[in-house]
């Protein structure tokens, strides 16, 4: 079992940044790649980026790739997702998940791959 607590969302002007967090327990955090979705109102949850186990492996959806930078703590056991020059297109549930079968270079892009889901935090883009 592993559990997945987010924090860090909130409202903010457009261009402006905000970190979110991720804490994990249960399993050991470093056997799992761990992975940002969103979903927009009315529209489906989609990938945001993904991290290997170690951290030295990551991928991003287009439209973040640049602005958004994944990262992780395997001794805080903390996911974070740093977010640079955000718009209004961004407003959505974020959601951290862990894919606890993934292998130590794996980043999976599916939310098939993840088994285990946190319960969103609110990020509002204002224009």
């Known amino acids: 079992q592993v559990q997945l607590v987010e924090s860090g969302g909130g409202l903010v002007q457009a261009g402006g940044s905000l970190r979110l967090s991720c804490a994990a327990s249960g399993r050991p955090f470093s056997s799992y790649a761990m992975g940002w979705f969103r979903q927009a109102p009315g529209k489906e949850r989609e990938f945001v980026a993904s991290?290997?186990?170690?951290?030295?492996?990551?991928t991003y959806e287009e439209s973040v790739r640049g602005r958004f930078t994944i990262s992780r703590d395997n001794a805080k056991n903390t996911v974070y997702l740093q977010m640079n020059s955000l718009n209004p297109e961004d407003t959505a549930v974020y959601s951290c998940a862990a894919s606890t079968g993934s292998s130590l270079f794996q980043t999976p892009l599916r939310e098939y791959d993840y088994t285990y889901w946190g319960q969103g935090t609110q990020v509002t883009v204002s224009s």
């Open positions: 991290i290997s186990r170690a951290g030295g492996w990551t």
